[in-house]
């Protein structure tokens, strides 16, 4: 059974930074693309960053360019998304996704809140 867990959110201020995490089990990281996505109260849930199998493309939202890098570690079957002068309207539940071909797993989520 493939297992995601996020973990890592929390309350910032604005223009603070928080480095999310999300461990995979059950499954050979390495096959998975993975992304992170969040969802804000009332919105629906958007993309936020892909990586490859191997690390060496990553994708970004417009609204996070330049603020957020996505990263892997294949040895220790985690992807992590370092958010860099965190916005209000960052403010949002974030879910890890892995996705290989037509399959698909989703974290639990972890909330990050940007207020002063």
């Known amino acids: 059974q493939v297992q995601l867990v996020e973990s890592g959110g929390g309350l910032v201020q604005p223009g603070g930074s928080l480095r999310l995490s999300c461990a995979v089990s059950g499954s050979i990281f390495s096959i998975y693309t993975m992304a992170w996505y969040r969802q804000a109260p009332g919105n629906q849930r958007e993309l936020v960053a892909t990586i490859t199998r191997s690390g060496d493309t990553t994708n970004y939202s417009d609204a996070v360019k330049g603020r957020f890098t996505i990263s892997r570690d294949n040895a220790k079957n985690t992807v992590y998304l370092q958010m860099n002068s965190l916005k209000p309207e960052d403010t949002a539940v974030y879910y890890c996704?892995?996705?290989?071909?037509?399959?698909?797993?989703w974290g639990q989520g972890t909330q990050v809140t940007v207020s002063s």
């Open positions: 996704n892995a996705a290989h071909y037509a399959i698909s797993y």
